[in-house]
T-cell receptor, first 116, second 111 residues
Framework: ETGVTQSPTHLIKTRGQQVTLRCSSQSGHNTVSWYQQALGQGPQFIFQYYREEENGRGNFPPRFSGLQFPNYSSELNVNALELDDSALYLCASSFPGLAGVSSEQYFGPGTRLTVT | GESVGLHLPTLSVQEGDNSIINCAYS??????FIWYKQESGKGPQFIID?????DKRQGQRVTVLLNKTVKHLSLQIAATQPGDSAVYFCAEKPSFQKLVFGTGTRLLVSP
């Protein structure tokens, strides 16, 4: 186990609704990244938060937004849900290494979101 | 655009065999590569990583090879066990923030 926790485990929402997913990072990690994983696909980068600021974003519309809190936990919010938003949402925590040096990301178990 | 692809969607091996999973990446600027294992219902689990200044790295029963000339990555699993059955993803890091994943290879290990 990585120490990254996510809640809830499963969620069913109706098209047009809003959803908030939560992530607690591994102890000592101050960076949280969110990914969307459609069935049978690899995870797609949504955005990353570092020191409570968005630190990079993938090709996702503005209705995907996030927050990071002083304890480094994070939320992913999705507004105006669409059927295609049904997926496994993963968060990953990491600790930036030396400047310019990438470090591994540890993933949580994910939240399975179903939009009907 | 950026992409990481895998050559074989499914690999079936016998227990005890060595497994090789291949991956092609597209971004020459990527400086960091990771292999993840994902079991059903779980998040990706880190297996091994390699930086672009290396061409080989060994872990416990796993070896990653990086060929930057042809932008190719491989994961070798020695003495494959039934517990190794999962989907394996390679991922590249073209920027400091994000990982780019491929679609995955399913490894099936028969006893």
């Amino acid at each position: 186990e990585t120490g990254v926790t996510q809640s809830p485990t499963h969620l069913i929402k109706t098209r047009g609704q809003q959803v908030t997913l939560r992530c607690s990072s591994q102890s000592g990690h101050n960076t949280v990244s969110w990914y969307q994983q459609a069935l049978g696909q690899g995870p797609q980068f949504i955005f990353q938060y570092y020191r409570e600021e968005e630190n990079g974003r993938g090709n996702f519309p503005p209705r995907f937004s996030g927050l990071q809190f002083p304890n480094y936990s994070s939320e992913l919010n999705v507004n105006a849900l669409e059927l295609d938003d049904s997926a496994l949402y993963l968060c990953a925590s990491s600790f930036p290494g030396l400047a310019g040096v990438s470090s591994e990301q540890y993933f949580g178990p994910g939240t399975r979101l179903t939009v009907t | 655009g950026e992409s990481v692809g895998l050559h074989l969607p499914t690999l079936s091996v016998q227990e005890g065999d060595n497994s090789i999973i291949n991956c092609a990446y597209s971004n020459s600027a990527s400086d960091y590569f990771i292999w993840y294992k994902q079991e059903s219902g779980k998040g990706p689990q880190f297996i091994i990583d390699i930086r672009s200044n290396m061409d080989k790295r060994q872990g416990q029963r796993v070896t990653v090879l990086l060929n930057k000339t042809v932008k190719h990555l491989s994961l070798q699993i020695a003495a494959t066990q039934p517990g190794d059955s999962a989907v394996y993803f390679c991922a590249e890091k073209p920027s400091f923030q994000k990982l780019v994943f491929g679609t995955g290879t399913r490894l099936l290990v028969s006893p």
